[in-house]
């Protein structure tokens, strides 16, 4: 998804003020407006040293923007079916039940989503959990005199969070909450059987599909009680960034599979339609000419295909421009064509991860998915908390036995959070000016100019993978 000032967060299932300390806006989950409270589960000391001793994340840079590892214990309820007679400590034993518990477990960790943009304490030090977290179930009890069973786990990520975040320099401890039982939260946001609004998430984004990346306990209104959340405590560890490195210029310019040209394929999503009034066609048509003002020659000028070039020396670009429906097939099968390219660049709503998702992709288009594994390329993902849904899927396709990690042969810009239309052609200009014009900045110059491009509308873009990167263009 993109995110629009008409609305504050525009997401397509179909197809910032003053900074402030986090000190000074986190909210304990024992605060929580009505009572009980929620009980915190808070990170053991002796899995705090098992983490500490895992292997470290890969470094990376973001202008306005952190990683940090968080790792934490809580608990879910899970509803006993009528007829389960065995023993509740062994319920992880059962295939069935561990499975289920496992998806539950998911489901409720989905709603950190919400919880890390829309919760007081973070709406000005936003933040996202990856999608490659470590769980471990650790056990199982029976919840006294109700027919659950309280499963406790373990969490490990790699997040990001917005840099103020972490003002001080060190760790910073955080509090939030999650719904105890993700299969009744939804309907507990309802004030009475008869209410057709959830008063606990966004009034237009109102359904049950929506509600874990919109949810907020703390809304006025909201009747969701205490006793429906567990309180997490955690810290988050902040991660060294990456310092001069650079994309592998000499691979893009050079014989990288498509002879002397670097190949640019730019895909854009419409929000809604094909109209002039589309925001998704007005960012196509911005940095359409965006590109033209800064010098690139235009060869194809159609409402919804552009080709552009430009001559840097004796190296050449071309910049390949299309206006698609990213619910489409035509969509699936342009993404599939174009991840083959030196570079490319998609900018639109990421559909809570289904537009670009591999497997969507591969179903739709009808094509295998096969990245070249040899060939150096740079994948851009302008849409909302593309960190989450677009990076290490991307990585994994580039895995090979010379390059376990898939981080040799890809570097991918990704956004931590809602990325704005309104700035979008902007974005995606600086980046490309930056990396085709001939000039070689670095990974961190290029990241500066598109954090500059994005201005207020930060989106919390950072680049992946960088660290095995050259040291000089």
Same mark, same amino acid.
């Given at each position: *998804? ?58 990376? =840079? ?21 007829? =389960? ?6 319920? #992880? ?52 005199? $109700? ?52 008063? %606990? ?20 209104? %909201?009747?969701?009680?205490?006793? $429906? ?42 929000? $809604? ?34 080709? #552009? ?11 390949? *421009? ?29 559909? #809570? ?8 992709? *591969? ?12 060939? =150096? ?6 849409? %909302? ?89």
């Amino acid at each position: *998804m993109k995110k629009t000032f008409l609305s504050a967060l525009l997401l397509s299932l179909a197809g910032a003020a003053q900074a402030a300390g986090f000190g000074d806006l986190a909210i304990d989950a024992s605060r929580l407006k009505t009572l009980p409270a929620p009980e915190t589960a808070a990170l053991a000391p002796e899995l705090s040293d098992i983490f500490s001793a895992a292997e470290r994340p890969a470094k990376w =840079y973001g202008r306005d923007s952190r990683q940090a590892r968080m790792q934490f214990t809580a608990y879910l309820h899970y509803k006993l079916p009528a007829n =389960y007679t065995g023993a509740v400590s062994q319920l #992880l034993d059962n295939p069935y039940h561990r499975q289920k518990i496992t998806e539950l477990a998911d489901l409720q960790l989905q709603h950190m989503y919400g919880a890390f943009t829309m919760h007081p304490g973070f709406t000005d030090n936003p933040g996202i959990p990856s999608g490659d977290y470590k769980l471990t179930l650790l056990g199982a009890q029976k919840v006294p005199n $109700e027919p659950y069973a309280k499963i406790s786990y373990s969490y490990d990520d790699v997040v990001v969070f917005a840099s103020r975040m972490f003002s001080g320099g060190g760790s910073v401890r955080i509090n939030f909450v999650l719904p105890k039982d993700p299969v009744t939260i939804y309907a507990s946001g309802f004030p009475s059987p008869s209410s057709r609004v959830n008063r %606990c998430t966004d009034e237009h984004y109102n359904s049950e599909g929506d509600f874990w990346y919109f949810w907020n306990p703390y809304q006025d209104g %909201c009747p969701i009680t205490g006793a $429906e959340l567990v309180g997490v405590q955690t810290d988050l560890k902040p991660l060294p960034m990456t310092r001069g490195t650079y994309p592998e210029y000499a691979r893009l310019y050079g014989d990288n599979g498509n002879k002397e040209v670097l190949q640019v394929s730019y895909l854009v999503g419409v929000d $809604e339609n094909f109209q002039s009034s589309d925001l998704g066609k007005k960012t196509f048509n911005d940095a359409f000419a965006g590109l033209k003002a800064a010098g690139f020659r235009v060869t194809v000028d159609e409402a919804r295909r552009k080709q #552009l070039t430009y001559n840097a020396g004796p190296k050449r670009t071309h910049v390949q *421009m299309l206006l698609l429906d990213p619910n489409s097939v035509e969509f699936a099968k342009e993404a599939v064509r174009g991840m083959k390219s030196d570079i490319f660049i998609y900018d639109g709503h990421s559909g #809570l991860g289904g537009y670009l998702n591999p497997e969507r992709l *591969m179903e739709d288009s009808g094509r295998p998915l096969a990245l070249p594994q040899n060939k =150096y390329q740079i994948f851009v993902f302008q849409g %909302c908390s593309t960190y989450a849904y677009y990076n290490s899927a991307f990585f994994r396709l580039k895995k090979s036995a010379a390059d376990p990690k898939g981080t040799r042969n890809l570097d991918i810009i990704t956004t931590g959070i809602g990325a704005a239309f309104d700035v979008g052609a902007k974005v995606d200009t600086a980046f490309i000016t930056s990396v085709t014009m001939g000039q070689k900045p670095s990974w961190q110059t290029i990241l500066d100019r598109m954090s500059a491009a994005e201005g207020e509308n930060t989106a919390l873009t950072h680049i992946n993978g960088d660290e095995d990167n050259p040291r000089a263009p």
